[in-house]
């Protein structure tokens, strides 16, 4: 696959995940897809962690809205710098909802795989976001 392609790819999976569209976007992601998370000492793997990890935020914040502000291609991989912006509606890593608004960004590089994303590299602000929900600042 060419960047040209993977970077629509990604185009489209933002988007999908915009509208709150979990299956559409979920046949985005490869079955034997792998999530490198900070803080975990080994990747997860499997479409269903994907699809556990997308719904809990968006259960925590209905409201999310995605805004890519770069996002560029090399090779089998892209990158995205993108931020997030909601409402603390549900709960999030045992955080009962606060109806606080959360502002923050997330690093995030992936590697496509005919067409479909295969693994994830990502590094969202976790201390911005937990420091809005915990304590009621933005930022």
Known sequence: MSPERNL???RTAYRTL???DLDACAELVTEDFIANLPGLPDPLHGREVWRLGTQAMLEAFPDLRIRVEDMFGADDKVTVRVHFRGTHRGTFQG???TGRTVDYRSIEIYRLEGGRIAEEWVAPDMTTLM???SSGTDG
């Open 8 to 10: 629509a790819v990604m």
């Open 18 to 20: 915009q509208s709150g």
């Open 95 to 97: 955080i009962e909802p």
């Open 131 to 133: 420091r809005q929900i």
